[in-house]
C-alpha cells in the first residue's frame, strides 16, 4: 500500500552533515505519521525521529536532540531527517518509516529498506 525508499546516506567526516529523505509512493503520504530508525551491527534497532501527519508534533530520541532534524513535504511526498554535528555513534543503517493514527499510539506500519550513514572519526 504504501513504498518507501531512502537515499542520500553515506561516509561523512565526524562534525559534518547528511541529509536523508524518504521518497513515498501508494498510500495518502498527508494522512500518515512519518518516522526515521536506525540501527547499527549487533545493536537493536533504536528511535531517531517521528513527525506527526499534520506536521505538528515532533519527537526525538535524546542522542540526536539539537544535532537532527525530522521535515517532510506533502507537495513531493517526501520526508527528511537533517543530521548535523554527525558523531562516529551515529553510524548505522537509517530506516524511514510511515505509519497511521494519532502519533501517540502510532503503529509504524511501512518501512523502507534503509541507507547506510557511516561516519569516521
Known amino acids: 500500500q504504501v513504498q518507501l525508499v531512502e537515499s542520500g546516506g553515506g561516509l561523512v567526516q565526524a562534525g559534518g552533515s547528511l541529509r536523508l529523505s524518504c521518497a513515498a509512493s501508494?498510500?495518502?503520504?498527508?494522512?500518515?505519521?512519518m518516522g526515521w530508525f536506525r540501527q547499527a551491527p549487533g545493536k537493536e534497532r533504536e528511535f531517531v525521529a517521528a513527525?506527526?501527519?499534520?506536521?505538528?508534533?515532533?519527537y526525538y530520541a535524546d542522542s540526536v536532540k539539537g544535532r537532527f532534524t525530522i521535515s517532510r513535504d506533502n507537495a513531493k511526498k517526501m520526508a527528511y531527517l537533517q543530521m548535523n554535528t554527525l558523531r562516529p555513534e551515529d553510524t548505522a543503517v537509517y530506516y524511514c518509516t510511515a505509519g497511521p493514527g494519532p502519533i501517540a499510539t502510532v503503529r509504524w506500519d511501512y518501512w523502507g529498506q534503509g541507507t547506510q550513514v557511516t561516519v569516521s572519526s
Open positions: 501508494g498510500g495518502t503520504f498527508s494522512a500518515y505519521n
Open positions: 513527525l506527526s501527519w499534520n506536521g505538528g508534533s515532533k
